[in-house]
């Protein structure tokens, strides 16, 4: 499995599940134009406690590992979960956003963007993306803002 299969198989699960998603950071950046490698899919998705077994249902050993306790918690803080897919290393991290307007008008903004033959999935937009990879680096979380910016 590569990343543009993992992505394809996120986007046909949280679509199936009715849970509302877009995709953003590195494969948003790629998919906007800047070429790079990531080893995982990063997803704002809107995942409650009522998709839970459902989910793990979806992305069950052994072609997955996804921890229950792990999703419990990110739901209930507001956080970041994994689900992992062991054979190929790479991984899905899955961000909840937290009830409020910045994130709601986030949602509002992504644009479904085809991605490959026949598979069309939601993107953050541009500016979202870049605004929250500025968000990141000043808390510390990124060593390569330049990527962002295509700056050699």
Known sequence: MDPSELLRVAAEQFEALGIDYFVTGSMATITYGEPRFTNDVDIVARV???????????????????????????????????????TSGLKLDIMIPEDDAFN???????????????????????ED????????????????????????
């Open 48 to 86: 409650k406690l009522g998709h839970v077994d459902a989910l793990l249902k979806q992305y069950a050993s052994p072609d997955f590992y996804c921890s229950r306790g792990a999703v419990i918690q990110a739901i209930e803080s507001c956080r970041m979960f994994n689900i992992i897919h062991p």
């Open 104 to 126: 709601e008008s986030r949602f509002e903004r992504c644009r479904k963007l085809s991605v490959g033959e026949q598979m069309d999935v939601y993107f953050a937009s541009p």
């Open 129 to 152: 993306v870049i605004l929250k990879k500025l968000c990141y680096f000043k808390q510390g979380g990124s060593e390569n803002i330049s990527a962002i910016f295509a700056v050699s």
